[in-house]
């Protein structure tokens, strides 16, 4: 029993250590015969075998250990993969050659709890004929398969059951295993040094700092200046409020026509006044708001000052004319209001009429578009029916060019059979190329490090030669008289210290200058502010007069009420055919909401995936057949090989 267990330990070793992506099977066997000299010849013949077989049936073994972990033994360790994929070897492959006692010691000969869990899987009669026959079946025939594996195994069902029922009966007797209470960690103190006591600071002398001066009490008060041009600010607008009153209730003098002189009479001409204006019942005044500053730039206050300035001279020509015995204009203007009047109201006639008119072309693009939906629908089923040709076309097609593709790849496998041994010779040559190449480099390296020492030494006698020079002494520093003169015969020679006071002096002339220019500019700024500070009061006044006078006006248009607007011809047809237009463009909505359904497509997209599978299932069947053709041709090879 020790016999065989060492034996199956050394076939698991050999496997653990085989890499099925960088290993081929023959050199892996090759490398394990030369490992393996050690061994006695039976036990040497006896692993080689088990290892090679278990190399050639990797795929059907795979399948089984790989079930097995995901069903039964998912509780059992993946170090023991290999295991269970032997004892499956020897299940399947070399029972009737080995005897069932000798494949009973080497089961008991391993751990019996994992042994009972791998074959009470493994020859469970509903896994074997049922998936496991299946799985093998897409790699060899399966009448092959019926033959050689299953049936035998179905025969050998009595034998293994009652070794199942031995090991279930070993794992019943063994003990269980005693609990045994984990140790608990005891902390242990840190041996540490006790650091010594800080030591308490000298507290530091405050400095006295002298006390500082109060705050001026004129800081947090306003400056006499401010609020005495605040009271000139109101007195001066209140005499311009009374002025305005006189003005508005009064009639200017000049603005009388004169009488034609009577006849026989010697005396001077007198002027009849006509009766006064009666007085408005309330006069609203513009009062703007002073609590927001508006600062306003030099060049604005002079704009603003000569525009007022250009009011009041128009005013006085105009006082002039009168006064010269020029006509009246307030039949002119009222003439004026209503020549105006007429004009907004026939804008207010043709506003109306264009506005109808985009509603009513509104109106005729909402009924054009319904009738394109209209007739583009019945273009789309026309398309929708042309489609569905289409794509039965394409359908069609597409299978054509599928199965030409298959038949291409059919041809390209096998082409790439013939290519690894085409690989290993260009394999060949390319090492042999990389070692001569190699050689090359060495070379090319010994010469440039030859190379390289040469350089630094030159470097090395260069910089001795440079540090021997950098040692020599050398005088260092001149005398310099400034007060002396080169004397080279310029004109106008002369030394550094009369250079240097030459400077000062006309350092000095230019600060002289430029405090008289800074004298004569604040002097201008200051005549400049002053005008400008008068400038801003006639602004200020200006403003009043000119919006009390606005007031006024607002007041006289506040008072005469508009008319209504008359109704026009024009917009009454425009309304009555908009109306029209809205109730056909409803019906048509309505009769558009009310299409017959859809004619029911068929269902193409669900015949063409039926077909795309039945043609995947097909091209499925088709590799596995040729795969168990290939592998029934290279199994007689590899056990020449092997033997």
């Known amino acids: 029993m020790a016999y065989y267990g060492k034996c199956i330990e050394t076939v698991i070793e050999q496997l653990d250590k085989f890499k099925p992506q960088k290993d081929s099977p023959e050199q892996f066997l090759e490398a394990a015969s030369t490992a393996l000299q050690t061994l006695s010849p039976q036990e040497q013949a006896f692993v080689l075998e088990v290892l090679s077989g278990c190399l050639e049936y990797r795929k059907l073994l795979t399948i089984v250990v790989d079930a097995f972990y995901v069903r039964d033994g998912r509780l059992c360790l993946w170090s023991d993969y290999n295991l269970f994929q032997v004892i499956c070897y020897l299940a399947t492959f070399q029972l009737e050659e080995l005897g069932f006692q000798l494949f009973c010691s080497i089961v008991k000969s391993q751990p019996a709890d994992k042994m009972h869990k791998f074959l009470r899987f493994f020859f469970n009669p509903l896994n074997l004929c049922s998936w496991i026959k299946d799985e093998w079946s897409l790699i060899y025939e399966t009448a092959h398969v019926k033959e050689n594996w299953t049936d035998p195994l179905m025969r050998w069902q009595p034998e293994v059951q009652a070794l199942i029922s031995h090991l279930d009966g070993v794992l019943a007797s063994q003990p269980p295993l005693p609990k045994t209470k984990a140790k ?70 000049c603005a009388v026509p004169r009488q034609p002189p009577v006849q026989g009479s010697k005396k001077k001409l007198r002027l009849q006044f006509p009766p006064r204006i009666r007085k408005t019942p309330k006069l609203t005044f513009y009062r703007p708001n002073d609590d927001v500053p508006v600062k306003l730039n030099t060049a604005a206050i002079l704009r603003e000052g000569a525009l007022y300035q250009r009011q009041v001279e128009k005013e006085l020509q105009r006082v002039d004319k009168l006064v010269d015995g020029a006509g ?29 008119r985009g509603k009513l072309s509104h109106e005729e693009a909402a009924a054009a578009r319904q ?70 480099n060495r070379g090319l390296l010994q010469r440039r490090v030859q190379e390289a020492r040469e350089e630094k030494r030159q470097r090395c006698e260069l910089i001795s030669q440079l540090r021997a020079l950098e040692t020599q002494p050398t005088r260092k520093g001149k005398l310099v008289d400034l007060t002396q003169i080169p004397g080279y015969g310029l004109e106008g020679e002369m030394s550094v210290v009369e250079l240097r006071e030459r400077l000062a002096r006309l350092k000095e002339a230019q600060r002289r200058e430029e405090a008289e220019k800074r004298d004569q500019i604040t002097q201008a700024k200051r005549a400049k502010s002053q005008e400008l500070q008068d400038a801003l009061e006639q602004i200020a006044l200006c403003r009043s007069a000119m919006g009390r006078a606005a007031a006024l006006r607002w007041e006289e248009k506040k008072a005469a009420a508009p008319g209504a607007p008359s109704q026009d011809e024009r917009v009454l047809e425009l309304q009555r055919r908009v109306a029209e237009k809205a109730a056909e463009r409803r019906r048509q909505a309505a009769l558009l909401h009310l299409s017959p359904p859809r004619a029911v497509r068929p269902k193409l997209r669900a015949q063409l995936e039926a077909q795309h599978w039945q043609e995947l299932e097909r091209s499925r069947e088709r590799g596995l057949r040729a795969l168990q053709r290939g592998g029934s041709a290279c199994g007689p090879a590899r056990r020449l090989e092997a033997a």
């Open 371 to 440: 009738r394109l939906v209209q007739e583009k629908q019945q273009q789309a089923g026309q398309k929708r029916e042309k489609m569905a040709e289409l794509a039965q076309q394409c359908a069609e097609r597409r299978l054509q060019e599928e199965r030409s593709v298959k038949e291409l790849v059919a041809q390209v496998t096998e082409g790439h059979r013939n290519v690894q041994v085409a690989q290993v010779k260009l394999m060949k040559g390319r090492r042999q190329a990389v070692q001569a190449v190699m050689e090359e």
């Open 328 to 356: 009246d204009f307030s039949e002119f203007l009222e003439w004026q209001k209503k020549m105006q009047a007429k004009d907004l109201r026939e804008q207010l006639a043709a506003g109306e009429c264009r506005r109808l």
């Open 184 to 253: 608990v960690t005891e902390p242990k103190k840190f041996n540490l040094t006790v650091p010594r006591p800080r030591a308490i600071p000298v507290p530091e002398p405050v400095p006295v700092v002298a006390k500082p001066r109060p705050v001026p009490r004129s800081t947090y008060q306003s400056p006499k200046e401010q609020q005495t041009l605040e009271v000139t600010k109101r007195q001066n607008r209140r005499k311009a409020e009374e002025l305005l009153l006189r003005a508005n209730l009064g009639e200017m003098r």
